[in-house]
């Protein structure tokens, strides 16, 4: 199914531009704009009659402002689920969120809004799945910075009548105050990715509880407009999680070429780590991918992810002290035999130091300000998830959607489930069960 599409997509590029030179000779003949297209006058004309001729419709999402990165990432499956779904009947393409204002992205000076998908994943491979389209792409095709309608998810006011749960969808009044205000002109106006002069035509609430999915038949049906923007779209679940589905989508996130090459290049440089000598199979096509688990060696160091800020600060009991993670740290060294070790962390200042004290011989991946400006504090995570993933051995913290994606990108490189699912205990945590195994279905 992938493979079929990832095909079938650019052909519909090809086809696209051909449309479009016909269309440009019809235009010039008939050269009467509608009122419409002259109410949306953008800059790209050619293209607006070329999504025209095809009938396209526009799937737009955001998150609720205080999610991170990765479970943002998961947001994304749970979208490209519904796409496919409502591509059984229409052409429609999903509109890539640009990132920024993350609360986790710190680093003071750098300009972290608008950011495209592009500068932290390959937009290429995203299309071997489903059709994405940036939203500058959004809006220079659609003719300008009009969304024609938000619908925000929310629960149901009167909560699971009689306790029972049910999968539903009704269109029903905002229960919260709209994060969206009305302008002189009556048009929409809030927080859009950062692109301040973007406005939505109508914006209402939709109470919705079940799988993504279950929204299609609402969109299709009973919403007439364009391009749609779904708001809180993790209030949606996984149509299936860890299905084929899940899986094609999943394996599509391909991190941005040029932050694999950064961390290729410090594997090698800092960790005597190489595809070759580790026995990682990699290949630029997602599709072509089917490693068998265990068949990956990965470099000759321990790869940590040491989650602390948020995940501290509640004095959770699953999370160590420092003493504790670096206590396990020297254990697992001993017992598998490696004399390097990789720390990717979020610790502050204080913390850091504290742990570059007790572990003086961790290898950590710190960018000068220069590459930060460049690579951004997300491109920056990516690259010490990277390296994470090629590791021999790999402990992370627990429900961390960080260790998580780390996990993914080790299932799909092959390796060892015993040598992904860790986490580190708590110091008093009893139990401390262990991160779950999810196989790729192919
Ligand atoms: N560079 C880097 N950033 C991290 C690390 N751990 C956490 N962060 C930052 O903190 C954010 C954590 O939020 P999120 O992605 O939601 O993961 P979760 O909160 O751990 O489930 C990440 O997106 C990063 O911006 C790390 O090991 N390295
Ligand atoms: C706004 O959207 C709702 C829900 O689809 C619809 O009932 C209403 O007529 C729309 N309002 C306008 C002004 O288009
Ligand atoms: C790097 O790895 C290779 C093969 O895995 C090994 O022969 C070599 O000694 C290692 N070099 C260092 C500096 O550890
Ligand atoms: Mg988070």
């Not at 809030?190 to 969109?219: D, I, K, V």
């Not at 913290?397 to 390796?415: D, M, N």
């Amino acid at each position: 199914m992938a493979i079929k599409r990832g095909f079938v997509f650019p052909f519909q590029r090809t086809l696209r531009r051909y449309l479009v030179l016909i269309c440009i000779i019809f235009a010039l003949k008939l050269a009467s704009a509608s009122v419409e297209e002259a109410f949306r006058a953008g800059q790209s004309t050619l293209s607006q009659v070329a999504a025209a001729s095809r009938d396209v419709r526009y799937l737009l999402y955001d998150v609720n402002p205080p999610e991170g990165f990765n479970l943002r990432r998961d947001v994304y499956i749970r979208m490209a689920s519904l796409l496919k779904t409502l591509r059984k009947e229409g052409d429609w393409v999903l509109v890539l969120p640009p990132w920024g204002r993350l609360y986790h992205w710190q680093s003071p000076d750098i300009h972290q809004v608008r950011i495209p998908w592009g500068e932290f994943f390959s937009i290429t491979s995203l299309q071997a799945n489903i059709p994405v389209i940036e939203y500058e792409e959004f809006l220079a095709e659609s003719g300008g910075p009009f969304i024609d309608q938000i619908l925000v998810l929310q629960s149901y006011a009167e909560g699971w009548t009689d306790g029972k749960w049910e999968e539903k969808v009704h269109e029903r009044p905002c229960i919260e105050q709209l994060m969206y205000s009305r302008d002189k002109q009556g048009y929409y106006r809030g927080w859009f990715w950062g692109y301040e002069e973007t406005r939505a035509l109508n914006a209402t609430c939709l109470s919705a509880q079940g799988h993504a999915s279950m929204l299609a038949p609402m969109l299709q049906n009973k919403i007439t407009a364009t391009s749609v923007m779904l708001d809180r779209a993790e209030a949606v679940l996984h149509d299936h999680y860890a299905g084929k589905d899940y899986w094609d989508t999943r394996r599509s996130m391909v991190f941005a070429k040029h932050l694999r090459i950064i961390a290729d290049e410090f594997r090698a440089t800092f960790l005597n780590s190489t595809d070759k000598e580790d026995q990682t199979l990699y290949n630029e096509d997602w599709t072509r991918i089917k490693n068998k688990l265990g068949s990956s060696r990965g470099g000759p160091y321990l790869g940590v992810h040491l989650r602390r800020k948020d995940f501290i600060w509640g004095h959770r009991e699953d999370v160590p002290s420092l003493k504790g993670a670096v206590k396990k740290i020297h254990s697992l060294l001993m017992k598998l035999k490696l004399e390097m070790v990789f720390v990717a962390t979020d610790a502050d200042g204080e913390e850091l130091a504290k742990l570059k004290r007790m572990l003086p011989e961790m290898v950590r991946y710190e960018p000068s300000w220069e590459d930060l400006e460049l690579l951004k504090d997300g491109g920056v995570a990516i690259i010490d998830q990277w390296i994470c993933a090629h590791a021999r051995y790999f402990i992370g913290t627990s429900v961390s959607t960080f260790s998580f994606r780390i996990h993914e990108e080790r299932e799909i490189l092959g390796f060892d489930p015993k040598t992904t699912y860790n986490r580190f205990c708590g110091d008093d945590e009893s139990g401390c069960e262990q991160p779950t195994h999810w196989k790729i279905v192919y």
